[in-house]
């Protein structure tokens, strides 16, 4: 493998351990390239470097990424909660990443009746975290056995195998086509970047720049940048509900009497002001994605 062409010898390189295919591969090369970062052809590869960034990447399975950061053979790593805290290693969460969105969740007979944990008193659960799970069962006092499984635990009850699942949900359709209902959630989880807690000084200087870019990317994705028509006899009261990085840019149109209104508005509250802001007198309102946001 040649080495990064734009970089001088010798410059420190951070490794960084992301899935080899599965449901986390898509985005963590997404998110690396909406952060600049070009990779050399990403496909059928173990590991491949970048032309613009001092960066490693190795392709793993999910499962083994914790123990690779730990060991130090990568110095970070992008992995799901989930299997980060099934695994207990130790390694240290520098930041959520927003992507591999889950939850591990218990689930029964569509047709049983559920009041609360004591169901599984003296049951069955197949799953494939028991760790997560012993926990769980622990922290509310529910004696159950454990039955691990790898794969396809959601057909485990339908076959007899067990009473009830503990199993990564997304849509929930996977439960429900297997004749199952949610009735606990034991983990919020999503995909977070993890770094291994020794990292040397020149790692840490480039995790940083690494970390400060995901943060801006992340930042935009949160937000839209907003254009509007104001009468300028609204004004006031238009800008007051528009919060901007600082405060609002207000430019006069050419048409008399009415100004352009700019500001930068959060996903989460985006449809309530958009509502307020045609209330109070707004027209043309444009919204349009921001690609990078620094502060
Ligand atoms: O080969 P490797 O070990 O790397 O991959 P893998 O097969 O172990 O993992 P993969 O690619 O399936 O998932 C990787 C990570 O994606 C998980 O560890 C989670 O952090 C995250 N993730 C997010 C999910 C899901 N959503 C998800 N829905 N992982 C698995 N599922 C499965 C779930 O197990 C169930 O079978 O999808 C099904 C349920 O989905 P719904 O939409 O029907 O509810
Ligand atoms: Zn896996």
Same mark, same amino acid.
């Given at each position: 493998?040649?080495?990064?062409?734009n970089l001088?010898?010798n %410059?420190?390189?951070?490794?960084?351990?992301?899935?080899k295919? @599965?449901r986390?591969?898509? +985005?963590?090369?997404k $998110?690396l390239?909406d952060? @600049?970062i070009e $990779?050399?052809n990403v496909?059928d590869? /173990?590991?491949t470097?970048s032309d613009n960034?001092?960066i490693?990447?190795?392709?793993?399975?999910?499962?083994?990424?914790?123990?690779y950061v %730990?060991?130090?053979? #990568? +110095?970070i @790593?992008?992995?799901? %909660?989930?299997?980060?805290?099934?695994?207990n290693k130790k390694?240290?969460? *520098?930041e959520?990443?927003?992507f591999?969105k889950?939850? /591990?969740?218990? =689930?029964?007979?569509?047709? +049983?009746?559920y !009041?609360?944990?004591?169901? /599984?008193?003296g049951?069955?659960?197949?799953?494939s975290?028991p760790?997560?799970?012993?926990?769980?069962?622990?922290?509310n006092?529910?004696n159950?056995?454990?039955?691990?499984?790898s794969g396809?635990v959601?057909? #485990?009850p339908?076959i =007899?195998l067990?009473?009830?699942?503990?199993?990564?949900v997304?849509? @929930?359709?996977?439960l429900?086509?297997n004749?199952?209902?949610e009735?606990?959630?034991?983990? !919020?989880s999503?995909?977070?970047?993890?770094?291994?807690?020794q990292?040397?000084?020149d790692?840490?200087?480039? &995790?940083?720049? /690494?970390?400060?870019r995901?943060?801006?990317?992340?930042?935009?994705?949160?937000?839209?940048?907003i254009l509007l028509?104001?009468?300028?006899d609204k004004? !006031?009261?238009?800008?007051? $509900? &528009?919060p =901007?990085?600082?405060?609002p840019?207000?430019?006069p149109?050419?048409t008399?009497g009415w100004?352009s *209104?700019?500001?930068?508005?959060?996903? !989460?509250?985006?449809?309530d002001?958009i509502?307020?802001?045609?209330n #109070?007198?707004?027209q =043309?309102?444009l919204?349009?994605?921001?690609?990078?946001?620094?502060?």
């Open positions: 493998m040649t080495s990064n062409k001088t010898k %410059e420190p390189v951070i490794r960084l351990a992301i899935q295919s @599965g986390l591969s898509e +985005d963590s090369i $998110l390239k952060c @600049g $990779l050399r496909k590869r /173990l590991r470097e960034f001092p490693e990447i190795f392709f793993l399975r999910d499962d083994d990424i914790p123990q %730990e060991d130090g053979v #990568a +110095d @790593g992008f992995v799901g %909660e989930n299997v980060l805290y099934e695994k390694v240290d969460i *520098v959520k990443l927003g591999g889950c939850r /591990l969740s218990i =689930g029964i007979h569509k047709s +049983d009746e !009041n609360d944990v004591q169901y /599984l008193q049951k069955k659960i197949a799953t975290y760790v997560l799970v012993n926990k769980f069962l622990q922290d006092n529910v159950c056995e454990i039955h691990e499984i396809s959601e057909i #485990a339908g =007899g067990s009473d009830a699942i503990a199993d990564l997304s849509s @929930g359709s996977t429900f086509m004749g199952l209902k009735v606990e959630t034991i983990l !919020n999503q995909a977070v970047l993890i770094k291994n807690n990292l040397s000084d790692k840490v200087r480039l &995790l940083n720049k /690494l970390l400060f995901i943060q801006s990317v992340r930042k935009a994705k949160n937000n839209k940048y028509n104001a009468p300028n004004l !006031n009261e238009i800008v007051a $509900l &528009l =901007g990085m600082k405060s840019t207000v430019v149109l050419a008399e100004s *209104v700019h500001s930068v508005l959060n996903e !989460n509250e985006f449809w002001i509502e307020q802001l045609k #109070a007198g707004a =043309g309102i919204v349009i994605p921001i690609e990078k946001m620094i502060l």
